[in-house]
Structures are given as structure tokens and as C-alpha cells.
């Protein structure tokens, strides 16, 4: 098992891999912050148990965002973390539509850790979605990323009750106008 100083390198080695990637939303956030988020989400929702899936929530898109491979993530963080960031990563050979549609179909079928990085996952980037929408997302758009990530989060039910209600909150907050 890792230990917090690797969750440190872990961090170190996401900012690097990300060094150059932006959110999608207009205030162009730097990537980093959304694995922040992401791993702090899991960390609060499993009260920091294993360390080893804060570490993979960190690195949860490095392997479909960044050159990095599976083999790199063994070496580095051992093969447990190595297999939660793959489970949780999507094919990038694939169209977007058929990527979106195993997300769902795969969510049931993931290790709980896998599980409970995707509910963070989902909750931040609804999150970031109520605070900064991309500039060129319409709202048919957004509504229709809001009613997928809530099919994924159905296949994750079980997981993790705390962050299933965020999940549910983020997913609300998106779709109800600000006042």
C-alpha cells in the first residue's frame, strides 16, 4: 500500500502530465484543480481509508489525457492504483458517443474504488459545469450531460451514500436556474 508521500508524488506527477491542459468551462481553470477536487471528494466521502484510491483519483485522467501509460503508473504507484486509473479511463480510439454509452454500460461492473473515483468524478464536473459552462455549450447540451451523468451515477448505486447525494445535489444545482 502507498503511503502519503506518495499521494505528494502523486500530485507532483499529475500537475506535470497536465501541466498544459485547461477546464472546459469559461474561466479556463488550470486542470489540476479539477483532480484536487476529484481526490479531495473521494478522500472526504471514504474518510481517507486507503490511501490508494486518493492516489488514483488524482491520476484518474492520466492515461486518456496524457502520454502516460499503464506500465509508467505500475512503476510509479503499484499495480493496484495502476488498475483503478485504467478502469476509470475511456478509450480515446473510440467515437465519443460509443466512450459515453460503455460508461454507463461498465459502471455497474467496476472495483469500488473504480466506483467511487467515477462518483467524484461525475460530482466535480457537474459541479463545474453549474459554475462555468463552456462558452459554446447550449443548454440542450448541458441537460443532456446532467441526464448522462446521472445514468452513470445509476450504475454506481451502492457505492458510496455520501457522495451519491452529492452526485444528486451537483446534478440538481445544473439544472435549476440561478436566482
Do not use: C
Not at 468551462?25 to 479531495?40: F, S
Not at 488498475?83 to 476509470?88: D, F, I, L, P, S
Not at 478509450?91 to 454507463?104: F, M, N, S, Y
Amino acid at each position: 500500500m502507498n503511503t502519503i508521500s506518495d499521494l505528494t508524488r502523486a500530485y507532483h506527477f499529475a500537475a506535470v502530465r497536465h501541466l498544459s491542459q485547461k477546464r472546459k468551462g469559461k474561466a479556463g481553470e488550470p486542470y489540476i484543480n479539477h483532480l484536487t477536487e476529484v481526490a479531495d471528494l473521494v478522500a472526504t466521502a471514504t474518510a481517507g481509508a486507503d490511501i490508494d484510491i486518493v492516489i488514483a483519483a488524482v491520476l484518474h485522467d492520466v492515461l486518456e489525457d496524457t502520454p502516460t501509460t499503464s506500465d509508467e503508473l505500475v512503476a510509479k504507484f503499484g499495480p493496484r492504483v495502476a488498475a483503478m486509473v485504467a478502469e476509470v479511463s475511456d478509450d480515446k480510439t473510440l467515437p465519443k458517443a460509443e466512450r459515453k454509452r460503455l460508461q454507463i454500460e461498465h459502471a455497474p461492473h467496476l472495483s469500488e474504488g473504480a466506483r467511487t473515483i467515477k462518483l467524484a468524478d461525475k460530482t466535480a464536473n457537474l459541479r463545474s459545469l453549474k459554475k462555468s459552462p463552456p462558452a459554446d455549450w447550449e443548454a440542450a447540451r448541458i441537460a443532456d450531460y446532467v441526464q448522462w451523468a446521472l445514468a452513470v451515477g445509476e450504475g454506481l448505486r451502492g457505492t458510496n451514500p455520501e457522495l451519491e447525494r452529492l452526485l444528486a445535489e451537483a446534478a440538481a444545482a445544473v439544472v435549476t436556474p440561478s436566482a
